[in-house]
């Protein structure tokens, strides 16, 4: 009898254990209430968020950095490019960079920022050659982006088109069309050589 009250403790600490691994535990939120359409990406454990429309409809140009060994959200340099709402995201080699989107004035976007995190600045880099854009798909593969997808208009104007940027040429080549349907704000990522 023993032996069974102590196989069901073990399995009864056990479940509590395996359950507690896939539980949230609520961090510090960022300074609003909330956007729509931000942009992230992550750089050496940290993770900057901006842009976006705020709920009073204002278009975000703001940048913050997350550092999860502190929970603490510290305000960086203005994103200066043009898209604010359904821009694309994306980092490479210790540099974050952010391109296309939908700006405040209802236009689509083609420009492409680098930010630095040491110095906290942007630099201009080359634009995107495709048809600007909004709501565009990204993924990373040995330090090449791949973006494509999106909208270009607040229509149903869908994209299906393909391109791939490298950061160590400044360079954008377009590559195969996506083979599936045209479409906007779907999701992309990366495993090994694939995307």
């Not at 975000?60 to 510290?74: S, V």
């Not at 960086?76 to 604010?84: D, R, S």
């Not at 689509?108 to 906290?120: A, H, N």
């Not at 050659?129 to 999106?150: E, H, K, L």
Request: charged fraction near 15%; include cysteine; hydrophobic fraction near 35%.
């Amino acid at each position: 009898m023993k032996n069974l009250y102590f196989s069901l403790i073990v399995i009864i600490i056990f479940n509590v254990n395996l359950f507690s691994q896939n539980s949230w535990i609520q961090k510090s939120s960022m300074y609003d209430d909330g956007r729509l359409g931000a942009v992230s990406f992550t750089i050496n454990g940290k993770a900057y968020v901006g842009l976006g429309q705020l709920p009073n409809g204002y278009y975000a140009f703001d940048f913050w950095e997350y550092d999860p060994a502190t929970n603490t959200w510290t305000e960086k340099a203005n994103y200066p490019g043009g898209g604010y709402y359904a821009a694309t995201a994306f980092a490479i080699n210790g540099k974050g960079y952010v391109c296309l989107g939908f700006g405040k004035y209802g236009e689509c976007q083609y420009d492409l920022w680098e930010y630095t995190p040491e110095s906290d600045t942007w630099k201009e880099k080359a634009g995107f050659p495709g048809i600007p854009r909004y709501g565009a798909s990204c993924f990373v593969i040995d330090n090449s982006a791949y973006i494509g997808t999106g909208s270009y208009n607040q229509g149903s104007d869908y994209l299906y088109d393909m391109w791939k940027f490298t950061p160590a040429t400044n360079l954008w080549i377009r590559i195969a069309d996506f083979p599936g349907h045209n479409r906007c704000h779907a999701t992309a990522f990366s495993y090994g050589n694939y995307g």
